[in-house]
């Protein structure tokens, strides 16, 4: 029996942070999934549905690809998509239509929860509206850490329903291919920090960019690529850094995938994260990490980085001078985020996603309360 699924292309219309990452390459590796094995394409009709702001996806060679309106944004996702799905939903990036039943969603985080200095009211409300109304109508429940499936649980957000647990991959980082332009090879160099440029509170950068002065002492220089988006986060960039910081604003794959590889580290520095998907990206490029020690972020980089408290100035200095210091160190982090990275993978991700479509097409209807959470 054929099972028909809509994924829900909001995603298409948004602006790409590791959320929408995440459903890109899942969109993209279950089609070749799909594309790939003739017993899979028996199983599934899938269709990306779009909104009329999307923008034109990937090539796909077996999943259809349909725009409806009208609307966008979040009234597209709850008065639009509801009634032109065509059998099972699944919403990929923490919001879909808030009643919808027939549906999978990821919920990546509670950042909102957790960081609300990080993002506007409006933001905020939605948020906190929308994610439980998801958790307890959704089919099934999947979450992109052990780290927040835990903190689901501790907030009551799908509470007796089971929580599977599907993370982010690496493959993505290994198809940009390093190409810097004048200004990332300008600042690239042995003594080069990284520091992605989100002034979202949650993330922190100040720390990094506070210690500028005594980094400069020390002979490192600071290189802050990106950049917020002021629809989201409420906060913009201080003026006036110091010499040794160098703003690059944002940059693409190619440059950022050349800034990492020539340089001595990625500081990440993060207080909250549902994944940290920047770290696997560095990891993957053989670029060592000096990361916080908070959250997700030791379960996804594992023994394969230096960790510091996020509030902790002097730790991270250290840890930046461990590795200018220790060559065999920083070459050992180098092949030890190699080969963590490669235990993430898209393709492994979207065969579980196949595998919860089939698995849910095929049971009954949830309840809302019942069994304890089980973390798959």
């Given amino acids: 029996m054929v099972s028909q699924w809509t ?20 969109l993209t590796e279950m089609d070749a999934l799909l594309a790939g094995n003739a017993d899979l394409r028996d199983r599934f009709e899938v269709e990306l549905l779009l909104p009329p702001d999307a923008v034109t ?16 944004g979040h009234l597209w996702e709850q008065l639009t998509l509801p009634f032109q799905a065509r059998g099972w939903l699944l919403s990929l990036c923490n919001t879909g239509p808030g009643l ?16 609300p200095e990080s993002y506007t009211a409006v933001f905020r409300l939605v948020y906190r509206l929308l994610i439980p109304l998801l958790a307890r109508h959704a089919a099934q429940i999947v979450t992109v850490s052990h780290h927040s499936a835990a903190l689901m649980q501790e907030h009551g957000i799908g509470a007796g329903r089971t929580i599977t647990v599907i993370p982010n991959g690496h493959e993505h980082a290994l198809a940009w291919t390093p190409r810097h332009t004048e200004e990332t090879m300008a600042a690239a160099g042995p003594r080069t920090i990284v520091l992605l440029g989100s002034t979202a509170p949650h993330k922190n950068i100040g720390l990094i960019l506070g210690m500028a002065d005594r980094l400069a002492r020390e002979g490192f220089r ?9 629809k989201v986060f409420a ?41 940290g998907l920047p770290p696997l990206e560095a990891m993957a490029l053989g670029c060592p990490v000096v990361s916080s020690n908070s959250t997700s972020l030791p379960e996804v980089c594992g023994t394969a980085a230096l960790y510091a408290d996020p509030d902790d100035a002097d730790a991270w200095i250290a840890a930046f001078r461990r590795l200018r210091d220790e060559p065999d160190l920083r070459q050992s982090l180098r092949e030890l985020g190699i080969e963590r990275a490669r235990s993430f993978s898209w393709r492994g991700a979207a065969r579980r996603y196949l595998e919860l479509m089939a698995a849910t097409a095929s049971a009954p209807a949830p309840s809302a309360a019942g069994d304890p959470v089980q973390i798959a």
């Fill in 235 to 275: 906060r913009d960039l201080a003026a006036g850094l110091p010499d040794n910081v160098i703003a690059l604003g944002r940059i693409g794959d190619e440059a950022l995938a050349a800034l990492l590889r020539d340089s001595l580290c990625l500081a990440f520095p993060s207080r909250v994260e549902g994944f």
């Fill in 100 to 115: 919808r039943s027939r549906q999978i969603v990821c919920i990546h985080d509670l950042n909102t929860r957790l960081a």
């Fill in 7 to 26: 994924i829900n292309g909001r995603f298409l219309s948004q602006p790409l942070t590791g959320v929408q990452r995440h459903a890109r390459q899942i």
């Fill in 57 to 72: 996806p990937p090539p796909l060679k077996v999943i259809g690809v349909r725009r409806a309106g009208p609307f966008t």
């Fill in 222 to 230: 600071i290189a802050v690529a990106g950049g917020a988006d002021p």
